[in-house]
Structures are given as structure tokens and as C-alpha cells.
């Protein structure tokens, strides 16, 4: 992706957090000079990856295939122990804008649909895992807002304002919003990107950078510049 793209998504994201009254964190606002005056203070948010993450898996086609995101609260590793078991995430699904097919091993994630005056729903569509990792034609079983459900393989689940499910383990998804773009919320057990998603695809999770302008906002992957 280039810079300058990246750069934009993470505006309009901005403009539709603020323009639905969704409060972010005020480093989610540090300039790329802000970021380089903070010293050891701020080693939490690095160490934890927390900030934006702009992503088009790959595809070259953000807009169809792509997920804007912010990493809001996460554990770190320290002394063998998370500092915290838990994470929450805000996200930016444009509306037709596929997160494409991807399960964890490790984490166990609850996706909530925030809500707000310009959020459409949420598709969420579902296999289970193989264990060679392909989609699996067995029933699915889900809970969402705390309430089982079984439902065929490749089901789609909606969730309107205020709706969540929970995705487990080895549990297959991609999701994307119709009705308008969403505000989504993810709650989950400690998180690592880098090594906890299984695509479908052979897909990287972070996209390839094209340096065309500065950096507007810094990107969870671009600390080491700071």
C-alpha cells in the first residue's frame, strides 16, 4: 500500500469515529514528531502494539479486501506472564469491505457491533476448521449476545447495533458490513497479530509499504521509526 493511502483510510476513519461520537485515545492523535519526543513512558504502547492498523491483506484493493483498526488495550509478555488477559480493538469496516476467511488458535474474541447514527450491520460468515486448515462442512456452534445458536457451515450471522458473537478457537470467519459502514468492537483474550492468524489464503496480515509522503500517523508497525 502506499503511505499516502494509508494515510487517508486513517483520516476517514477518524472523521467517522468523531462523527458517531466514538471517543479515541488521545495518542491515537500524536504526530510522527510527537511520537520521537516521548521517551520510556510510552514503551507500554509500543511494547503492546497498540495504535492504528491499516491493512489491504495483500490484495492491492483496499477498499474491496481491507480493514481499518485501532489496538486500544493489550497484554504483553513479561516475565513469562501477560501484564494484562485481555484486548480490545476498534474498527473501521467500510460497508462491502471483506476481511477475508482467517481463524486463531489461541484467542477467543467477542465482535460487537458499536453502534452509532452512521453504523450498518454486521456479516459474519462461518466454518469450522479442518485439521489441515480448510473449511470444514460441519455445524457450526456460536454464541452470540450469550445466547447458543447451530446453525449449516458457511452461515451467515448479522449483528445490528448493540449485537456480538463469539468467535472460539479454530473457528473460521470473514466478515464485512452492508447497510452502511460499521463501528466494530472486538474484546478478546491477549492478542498477537503476528503470529495468531491462520488465513484461508496464503495472505499476509500487514500490507507491503510504498513510501510515498510522511506519515500522517504512525502505524502500530512503525515504531521502530520513532
Known amino acids: 500500500m502506499k503511505r499516502s493511502e494509508i494515510n487517508r483510510y486513517i483520516k476517514e476513519a477518524a472523521a467517522f469515529f468523531a462523527a458517531n461520537h466514538f471517543e479515541l485515545p488521545p495518542w491515537t492523535q500524536w504526530t510522527p514528531e ?4 516521548v521517551g520510556s513512558e510510552a ?4 511494547a503492546q502494539s497498540l ?4 491493512t489491504d491483506f495483500g490484495s492491492g484493493r483496499f477498499l474491496e479486501r481491507g480493514l481499518t ?3 486500544v488495550r493489550n497484554g504483553h509478555m513479561a516475565n513469562g506472564q501477560p501484564d494484562k488477559v485481555y484486548c480490545e480493538k476498534i474498527m473501521y469496516v467500510r460497508e462491502g469491505q471483506v476481511t ?31 485439521p489441515e486448515g480448510e473449511l470444514a462442512r460441519t455445524p457450526v456452534l456460536v454464541c452470540c449476545d450469550g445466547i447458543r445458536r447451530e446453525m449449516a457451515a458457511g452461515s451467515i450471522v448479522y449483528l ?14 470473514q466478515f464485512y458490513a452492508v447497510d452502511g459502514d ?6 478478546s483474550s491477549v492478542n498477537d497479530d503476528a503470529t495468531d492468524n491462520y488465513f484461508l489464503e496464503k495472505l499476509p496480515r500487514y500490507p507491503k509499504m510504498e513510501e510515498d509522503e510522511a506519515p500522517y500517523r504512525l ?3 512503525d515504531y521502530r521509526i520513532a
Open 34 to 37: 510527537e511520537w520521537k519526543k
Open 160 to 173: 445490528g447495533p448493540g449485537e456480538s458473537i463469539t468467535l472460539t478457537p479454530y473457528l473460521y470467519h
Open 182 to 187: 460499521g463501528i466494530i468492537g472486538e474484546v
Open 69 to 71: 483498526l485501532i489496538t
Open 43 to 46: 514503551d507500554p504502547l509500543r
Open 51 to 54: 495504535g492504528w492498523d491499516v
Open 219 to 221: 502505524l502500530c508497525t
Open 100 to 130: 477475508p476467511y482467517h481463524h486463531h488458535v489461541a484467542k477467543t474474541e467477542d465482535i460487537i457491533n458499536r453502534g452509532g447514527k452512521g453504523t450498518g450491520r454486521l456479516a459474519v460468515q462461518l466454518y469450522n476448521a479442518t
